[in-house]
């Protein structure tokens, strides 16, 4: 694969979805880690893959032996604003999986916000090595009444969460007990924003999730 990211798009039964692959770094002069694994992740139901956090993640990644899949669902290729049923995006999901695997290394299956809740449902049936949840949805904004707790602690697989401090779906302390980690990005809200008064700068909070995602990937050997 080519060290320059590049775009495929792929047929589903939910519509043409499209994947940006942005290939792990391989050695010039210094040495770099081979290739290792495929972390595919997917926007949520209110952007693109252009989310600073994916961007982040992209990134800095590529330097670790990681290939970053960026995916776009097809209700965001066709260019419609507003995102279909979590079955249809299941759908797009699944018909993803033969080319996210087609490189032949495991794939962390990921996503921010309803991709990390599409990530989470799918992960067992499709054989995902593992799942980064980014920014999870565990309740609608105000109605912690509305859990989604099942489908977090469903996929049976190493998972990392990454959360902001200040997330209005669902703040660090308020995830139950389970089989995952947590991270924690400090007063970041739903899209990793800090406030300036925090003292934290947007690029130091960056920092905290993609080394946190670092960690963990590495982790996982």
């Known amino acids: 694969m080519s060290r320059e990211p590049r775009t495929q798009n792929v047929p589903t039964d939910a519509g043409e979805a499209r994947i940006t692959w942005v290939p792990a770094a391989t050695a010039t002069t210094a040495p770099a880690p081979a290739p290792r694994l495929v972390l595919a992740v997917s926007h949520g139901a209110g952007g693109g893959i252009e989310a600073r956090d994916l961007k982040a993640l992209a990134a800095a990644l590529p330097a670790h032996g990681v290939t970053v899949a960026l995916v776009e669902q097809p209700w965001r290729v066709a260019g419609k604003k507003v995102a279909p049923a979590p079955k249809t995006l299941d759908t797009g999901w699944r018909g993803l999986w033969p080319a996210l ?23 067992a049936e499709l054989g995902a090595a593992a799942v980064l949840a980014l920014s999870f949805p565990l309740h609608p904004p105000g109605k912690p009444e509305k859990s989604r707790a099942e489908e977090l602690l469903g996929p049976g697989v190493p998972t990392l969460v990454v959360q902001g401090g200040n997330d209005p779906f669902g703040r660090p302390e308020e995830f139950p007990p389970g089989a995952y980690e947590l991270a924690q990005v400090p007063y970041g809200d739903h899209g990793f924003a800090v406030p300036k008064r925090s003292g934290l700068t947007e690029a130091r909070a960056l920092e905290v999730l ?8 590495t982790s996982l050997g």
């Open 101 to 123: 695997a087609a490189p032949g290394l495991p794939v962390v299956a990921g996503g921010r916000s309803a991709g990390a809740r599409v990530a989470c449902r799918t992960a």
């Open 210 to 217: 993609t080394g946190a995602v670092t960690g963990w990937l």
